[in-house]
């Protein structure tokens, strides 16, 4: 079983820095793909950014320039987030999608990211 274990999140004012990761664990998987997603109050979850095992990356428009998602070898994934907005105060999630005897998708529990102006 994979566990997603997320990290970083925390307030900050409009136009600072803050750098999520996320780290996953367990035994025999493999992961194909990790991202991050983002959820604010009253509105859906959306994805935020999303990088393959190629390292091929895609981003939402709205943070494109500003996040910039990266992974380790060892499953990790970061998300460095600059020049932050109050609109990108969200919940965020970290999520994997690999194989472990079967395909399975995985959720970290969410890390809370709040921007002042």
């Known amino acids: 079983q994979v566990q997603l274990v997320e990290s970083g999140g925390g307030s900050v004012q409009a136009g600072g820095s803050l750098r999520l990761s996320c780290a996953a664990s367990?035994?025999?998987?493999?992961?194909?793909?990790m991202g991050w997603y983002r959820q604010a109050p009253g509105k859906q979850r959306e994805l935020v950014a999303h990088?393959?095992?190629?390292?091929?990356t895609v981003y939402a428009d709205s943070v494109k320039g500003r996040f910039t998602i990266s992974r380790d070898a060892k499953n990790t994934v970061y998300l460095q987030m600059t020049s932050l907005k109050p609109e990108d105060t969200a919940v965020y999630y970290c999520?994997?999608?690999?194989?472990?005897?079967?395909?399975?998708?995985?959720w970290g529990q969410g890390t809370q990211v709040t921007v002042s102006s």
């Open positions: 990088i393959a095992t190629g390292g091929n």
């Open positions: 367990g035994s025999a998987f493999t992961i194909h793909a």
């Open positions: 999520n994997a999608e690999g194989n472990y005897y079967s395909d399975f998708t995985a």
